[in-house]
Nanobody
Framework: QVQLVESGGGLVQAGGSLRLSCAPSGRTFSSYAAGWFRQAPGKEREFVAA????????NYAEAVKGRFTISRDNAKNTVYLQMISLKPEDSAVYYC???????????????????WGQGTQVTVAS
């Protein structure tokens, strides 16, 4: 079992930035593909960004392209989501997800992930 722990959420003004982090407890992360998803109140959980185990390939939802960057540092056992130019509509609980995979393709589907964190709240004030 992989337990994922997210951090870095908070309250920020529109136009501001945040960096989310995700790390597994007690596991090496380098053999896992990872992704970030978000869920706003009353809405379904949606894909934000994904990264392969190597970090070479990434994929983004259209709504965040050019503003969010997913990356990973396998030496630090951590996946990041750098968010800039934040908008009020980015407000949501952000979840980190992971699945053991050496595929060269990032995974945008919720069902493709086996492990989920508990989420971190991001609130963007207008």
């Amino acid at each position: 079992q992989v337990q994922l722990v997210e951090s870095g959420g908070g309250l920020v003004q529109a136009g501001g930035s945040l960096r989310l982090s995700c790390a597994p407890s007690g596991r090496t992360f380098s053999s896992y593909a990872a992704g970030w998803f978000r869920q706003a109140p009353g809405k379904e959980r949606e894909f934000v960004a994904a990264i392969t185990w190597s970090g070479i390939r990434t994929n983004y939802a259209e709504a965040v392209k050019g503003r969010f960057t997913i990356s990973r540092d396998n030496a630090k056992n951590t996946v990041y989501l750098q968010m800039i130019s934040l908008k009020p509509e980015d407000s949501a609980v952000y979840y980190c997800a992971a699945t053991r995979s050496y595929s060269g393709h990032p995974r945008p589907g919720l069902s493709e992930y086996d492990y989920w964190g508990q989420g971190t709240q991001v609130t963007v004030a207008s």
